[in-house]
């Protein structure tokens, strides 16, 4: 009755159907990034750029999967920190392919995720947020201290490039240029798309409905919260664990206090809400946009503190759009029409 | 002795933690508003005391009066914006604050760097023997502040009018309203109130710990810990789990070390949340 026991999350959407062209939005997308390259004349910082804005915004959607339950976490940091760190060391001290590294990551981060789930799943609303809050700094302190396997403090410096790739009769180098891994994660940013397209347009994807719009309902209705929420986050946190393994290999250099950061758990947040969750296109335009203004503009004028670009932002969205940038163009159109 | 000697700390250490959740229970039982960015309130105030020792060399106890009148007045303008959320306000309100806090760490960054500050207070570095046991003077100080304030808190609460309206308000908003309470208002003052708490926390804070942008997050976990523990409404009950979570503390650096400082902090707080699902709602209902 009161706003404690509301679970509905800020700017969802209601159980609908939206026209198909609008639901392929995403598609689109994909093309003009697979595109920008070519644009650029593949100079290599503004690939660079999109590289890491699209492994952002695969964490965005990663993020968005759990928040299409009604769950809202604020410690995503966790799961893609455990990613990064779980294929860095496979990589770098047991000498494994970072491309199994990645499929490891994405198992580590989701077992952590059940662990995590049997214990945050007992609360609900904001204490889950604040119980995913917790967790990551748990496993920040475990991976500080576990100096032998992690380098403790002072991170993993040198972590191996992707392997070369031979796929037909072409050789794939990701030393030679940032083109190939630009498309290593666009790759992957299709997947994101396709699992989150795949996953709203299914009988799974109405059960989360279900589940954000009232669990208690739902479960009378014959749709088990625990599993489903179980399931959301397990998806969100192998998705996310992926992404922090590409990290791990595209920079060759992680450390606890980056990867676990606060405002890495932000991010995915900040960047959903404001492109607005209520279709799949919305987390990735506000990622997007979002990672560019702030690469772009805020960066150079404040290289140290930058990120006050995204506080601002989450602080504003709240107060002004509480349905997101896309949830807004779509509410201004239906009002004209 | 060894034993003796922690427990001692980690009571003194308890009592300060208690004003540091008190500020946040208010805000949370009154306003019903989880602010993540209690920490950086205090850190404001950290930060207000440090600067007026150095540029005026006022005493940081002295300090804590400009401090109160500048939080207050900081958390006086919070409230203008925070009032403007929308429903589901407890989620809402811990997301937005989450927001308030990146906002906050950064804002401090680009003002002042990210360099580690203290003041350095000449007879708060002194300590008491007794006997087998040392006591530091800036210790009892500040825990002795802090009884103080709490006292005064509690008295304010259960002897004055604004004091009823804010407990009837923390109670029941709609039952508060009939009965005459203007609950806007109310909540105008009670948020003021915890985050002017927060900034004489802040100004306890810098003599004894260094003061640097990111230093809010061990205080806002703190003030959750023992709000989940504690419940709001009974600043009795948080200032009791205060000093338990002062005593674990200092035993788990006695015995694990100085890092494991803060996991255990969001340990016990996992457990606060696993034991008590529902959080705060016990503390609330009656």
Partial sequence: ?337 | MLLVQSLLNGILIGCYYGLIAAGFALVLGVVRVFNLAHGEFLVLGAYVTYWLWVLFRLDPLTAMAPTLFVLSAVGLLTHRLLAHIGEPRGLNGLVITFGLSILAQNMLIQLWTADYRIVVVSYLENSIQLGPLTLSVGRLIVAGMSLLVITALQLFISHTYAGKAMRATAQDRDAAALMGIDVAQVDAAAFTLGIALAGIAGALFVPMNYVHPAAGQGPTIIAIILSILGGVGQIGAVLIAGVLLGILETLAVVFFGAQWREPVFFIVLLLALAIRPRGLLRGLGR
């Fill in chain 1, 1 to 337: 009755m009161t706003a404690w026991s509301a679970e509905i999350a800020i700017g969802l959407p209601r159980v609908g159907v939206r026209p198909k062209l609008q639901r392929y939005a995403w598609v689109g997308l994909l093309v003009v990034l697979a595109l920008i390259p070519v644009a650029v004349g593949f100079s290599t910082y503004y690939v660079w750029l999109l590289t890491v804005g699209c492994l952002f915004t695969s964490l965005a959607l990663a993020w968005t999967i759990l928040a299409r339950c009604g769950q809202i976490s604020l410690g995503h940091a966790a799961f893609f920190g455990l990613g990064a760190y779980t294929s860095a060391i496979f990589a770098q001290r047991l000498g494994g392919s970072p491309l199994a590294g990645m499929l490891l990551a994405a198992i580590v981060a989701a077992s952590v995720a059940t662990l995590l789930g049997a214990v945050a799943f007992r609360t609900r609303g904001l204490y889950f947020a604040l119980a995913t809050f917790a967790a990551n700094e748990v496993i920040k302190a475990v991976v500080l201290n576990w100096d032998r396997v992690t380098g403790g403090a002072w991170g993993m410096v040198g972590i191996p490039d992707f392997p070369r790739l031979v796929v037909g009769g072409l050789t794939i180098d990701f030393q030679a240029s940032r083109t190939p891994s630009y498309y290593l994660v666009l790759a992957f940013l299709a997947f994101s798309l396709l699992l989150s397209h795949a996953l709203l347009n299914s009988r799974v994807g109405l059960a989360f409905a279900a589940i954000r719009e009232g669990e208690d309902v739902a479960a009378s209705l014959g749709v088990d919260p625990y599993r489903f929420k179980l399931l959301a986050l397990l998806l969100s946190a192998a998705l996310s664990g992926i992404a922090g393994a590409i990290y791990a290999h595209l920079v060759h250099f992680i450390e606890a206090n980056t990867v676990f950061n606060i405002s890495l758990s932000g991010l995915p947040l900040i960047m959903s809400l404001f492109g607005g969750l209520s279709r799949i296109s919305g987390p990735a335009i506000g990622a997007l946009a979002l990672y560019l203004t702030d690469q772009l503009v805020f960066q150079p004028l404040f290289p140290s503190s930058h990120q006050m670009f995204y506080g601002a932002v989450l602080v504003i969205v709240l107060l002004l759009m509480p349905r997101g940038l896309v949830g807004w163009f779509a509410r201004t159109r239906t009002k004209r029409s």
